[in-house]
């Protein structure tokens, strides 16, 4: 919706767990708990509630919550809540153009369809709700899943893609600009309905899965499996895992190749400079700009603002990104050495207070402020809700946060995810995490008892090289095939995986 994203490599500490992956043996690496993970008990006022793009109807009944109407679709049924019903037919147009460059997806739908891998599963999702996400949505119910759907932040749905998929019958909660008290109320009416227990999740930050574990334990007790796409939401994850209050098997998907390499990376070194062109106008060429974080999202954004002529400094925590960084071309440095001077400043750590107060009171008239990391704690917001400084809203998600002085600094989502806030993020990258999510979904719920633990598992490399290979016809691209000498040479099956488990992918900047 949104993340995302440290970008940085994990070292096991306890031998790879063996478990078997639909017909083949697979080695699958047990996720390691990491030291110093956010706390699962982030309050609800940091909820990760981040933000996606501009939505066709924002207009005469905006002061009408959703709450308060009563809403009907075509067949008579107000299981759901969006902002208008009656927009449905629009959010059907959008949801068919993204199927044009999700043809991966919609190739896995066709073939597993017939099989309904999904026959009985009650799956509950918070994501981002776009035209994107409505094809997964779609694709899991021909296979023969129940979803009901809400958003994993307050700016990221597409009111008429939640008209559309209401009118299907998927029960959405959810429209763009909630409150905080509605994220939570959409949450909560999402899974509590009379009749119907959930099996399944499938979660974009966490916040449903620890609604669940905190308000629903009994039903949380129930769940089949837990598929979780966000650093934030991975990280609370472990945290359960560390507590031994996991008591369900969950598939990280946010450090399989598929997302991490192409969604973090690819997507975002084309979305920074659509939100920012979007919301402000501005020159890319000399601008000094701070990126804080060089995992896969602080690689693409830089790469992006590099090519465009920007002076790019990088902030690290890590020794190992700070040397990928220097022999990128990038001057690495503390934020504090830079501030005064830099334009513009772009977060992508998925930590919290990455800049604080002290430090946005020394940046620069007209300096510009933004985050691309999941959450929405990376820059100190709630610092600048302070009376002596003066909010002015001058475009939708862009606001001039005024100091006693004149100084202005533009903040873009109030600190939220800004390609999902602000702009789209490339359809053809959502293809692939959502092709991964949806054969998460499928492993975890065919897989036959005992095949997993109640700890958290990265996918298998097989499963990675079979989303790959779905994407490939768009390119026309042929794979080679090795000769029985070369496969016995190099130890490997023809028909994969072709590298361990281990094996880290790299990409040029």
Same mark, same amino acid.
């Given at each position: 919706?949104?993340?995302?994203?440290?970008?940085?490599?994990?070292i096991?500490?306890?031998?790879?767990?063996?478990?078997?992956?639909?017909?083949?043996?697979?080695?699958?690496?047990?996720?390691?708990?990491?030291?110093?993970?956010?706390?699962?008990?982030?309050?609800?006022?940091?909820?990760?509630?981040?933000?996606y793009?501009?939505?066709?109807t924002?207009s005469?009944?905006?002061?009408?919550s959703?709450?308060?109407?009563?809403?009907?679709?075509?067949?008579?049924?107000?299981?759901?809540? +969006?902002?208008?019903?009656?927009?449905?037919?629009?959010?059907?147009?959008?949801?068919?153009?993204?199927?044009?460059?999700?043809?991966a997806?919609?190739?896995?739908?066709?073939?597993?369809?017939?099989?309904?891998?999904?026959?009985?599963?009650?799956?509950?999702?918070?994501?981002h709700?776009?035209?994107?996400?409505?094809?997964?949505?779609?694709?899991?119910?021909?296979?023969?899943?129940?979803c009901?759907?809400?958003?994993?932040?307050?700016?990221?749905?597409?009111?008429?893609?939640?008209?559309?998929?209401?009118?299907i019958?998927?029960?959405?909660?959810?429209?763009?600009?909630?409150?905080?008290?509605?994220?939570?109320?959409?949450?909560?009416?999402?899974?509590?309905?009379?009749?119907?227990?959930?099996?399944?999740?499938?979660?974009?930050?966490?916040?449903?899965?620890?609604?669940?574990?905190?308000?629903?334990?009994?039903?949380?007790?129930?769940?089949?499996?837990?598929?979780?796409?966000?650093?934030?939401?991975?990280?609370?994850?472990?945290?359960?895992?560390?507590a031994?209050k996991?008591?369900?098997?969950?598939?990280? +998907?946010?450090?399989?190749?598929?997302?991490?390499?192409?969604?973090?990376?690819?997507?975002?070194?084309?979305?920074?400079?659509?939100?920012?062109?979007?919301?402000?106008?501005?020159?890319?060429?000399?601008?000094? +700009?701070?990126?804080?974080?060089?995992?896969?999202?602080?690689?693409?954004?830089?790469?992006?603002?590099?090519?465009?002529?920007?002076?790019?400094?990088?902030?690290?925590?890590?020794?190992?990104?700070?040397l990928?960084?220097c022999?990128?071309?990038?001057?690495?440095?503390?934020?504090?050495?830079v501030?005064?001077?830099?334009?513009?400043?772009?977060?992508?750590?998925?930590?919290?207070?990455?800049?604080?107060?002290?430090q946005?009171?020394?940046?620069?008239?007209?300096?510009i402020?933004?985050?691309?990391?999941h959450?929405?704690?990376?820059?100190? +917001?709630?610092?600048?809700r302070?009376?002596?400084?003066?909010?002015?809203?001058?475009?939708?998600?862009?606001?001039?946060?005024?100091?006693?002085?004149?100084?202005?600094?533009?903040?873009?989502?109030?600190?939220?995810?800004l390609?999902?806030?602000?702009?789209?993020?490339?359809t053809?990258?959502?293809?692939?995490?959502?092709?991964?999510?949806?054969?998460?979904?499928?492993?975890?719920?065919?897989?036959?008892e005992?095949?997993?633990?109640?700890?958290?598992?990265l996918?298998?490399?097989?499963?990675?090289?079979?989303?790959?290979?779905?994407?490939?016809?768009?390119?026309?691209a042929?794979?080679?095939?090795?000769?029985?000498?070369?496969?016995?040479?190099l130890?490997?099956?023809?028909?994969?995986?072709?590298?361990?488990?281990?094996?880290?992918?790299?990409?040029?900047?």
């Amino acid at each position: 919706m949104h993340v995302n994203k440290l970008g940085h490599k994990h070292i096991p500490n306890s031998a790879p767990k063996q478990i078997q992956f639909v017909e083949d043996k697979q080695e699958f690496s047990r996720f390691p708990t990491k030291a110093g993970r956010r706390s699962l008990s982030r309050s609800i006022s940091q909820s990760s509630t981040d933000s996606y793009t501009a939505s066709y109807t924002d207009s005469s009944d905006d002061e009408t919550s959703p709450r308060d109407k009563i809403q009907v679709n075509s067949k008579g049924t107000n299981d759901f809540c +969006v902002k208008n019903i009656k927009h449905a037919e629009f959010g059907r147009r959008e949801i068919e153009i993204a199927e044009q460059d999700m043809s991966a997806l919609i190739s896995l739908r066709k073939r597993a369809q017939g099989e309904k891998p999904l026959a009985g599963a009650k799956i509950v999702g918070c994501t981002h709700i776009t035209a994107q996400t409505a094809v997964l949505i779609e694709t899991l119910v021909a296979l023969g899943a129940q979803c009901r759907w809400t958003a994993c932040n307050i700016y990221s749905t597409q009111n008429e893609v939640a008209a559309a998929l209401s009118e299907i019958g998927v029960a959405v909660f959810a429209w763009k600009g909630e409150s905080e008290d509605d994220f939570w109320w959409c949450i909560n009416k999402c899974i509590n309905m009379e009749g119907w227990q959930p099996n399944m999740i499938i979660d974009d930050g966490g916040d449903l899965t620890h609604w669940v574990y905190k308000k629903y334990p009994n039903g949380f007790k129930k769940i089949r499996g837990i598929v979780e796409e966000s650093v934030t939401g991975v990280h609370r994850l472990y945290q359960l895992s560390k507590a031994g209050k996991l008591c369900v098997p969950a598939m990280n +998907v946010n450090d399989s190749v598929t997302k991490q390499k192409f969604d973090n990376l690819y997507c975002c070194r084309e979305s920074i400079l659509d939100g920012l062109k979007r919301t402000t106008d501005v020159m890319f060429g000399g601008k000094q +700009v701070v990126v804080c974080g060089y995992g896969e999202v602080g690689k693409g954004c830089t790469a992006a603002l590099k090519a465009m002529g920007s002076i790019v400094y990088v902030t690290e925590i890590d020794p190992i990104c700070s040397l990928q960084a220097c022999m990128d071309g990038f001057r690495v440095v503390k934020l504090n050495e830079v501030i005064r001077q830099v334009d513009i400043i772009i977060t992508c750590t998925g930590n919290k207070n990455v800049v604080t107060r002290d430090q946005l009171d020394r940046m620069k008239n007209g300096s510009i402020v933004c985050n691309m990391g999941h959450s929405n704690t990376e820059i100190d +917001v709630a610092s600048l809700r302070t009376p002596e400084l003066t909010w002015e809203r001058v475009r939708s998600q862009v606001d001039h946060v005024i100091w006693p002085d004149g100084k202005r600094v533009i903040l873009l989502a109030e600190g939220r995810l800004l390609n999902l806030s602000c702009s789209t993020v490339p359809t053809f990258v959502l293809s692939i995490t959502a092709t991964t999510q949806a054969l998460a979904l499928i492993e975890l719920y065919n897989a036959p008892e005992g095949r997993y633990k109640q700890d958290v598992y990265l996918l298998p490399k097989k499963m990675d090289e079979y989303v790959a290979s779905l994407h490939l016809p768009t390119f026309d691209a042929h794979l080679t095939e090795l000769s029985d000498e070369q496969a016995k040479y190099l130890g490997l099956n023809k028909n994969g995986p072709f590298k361990p488990n281990y094996y880290r992918y790299t990409f040029p900047c």
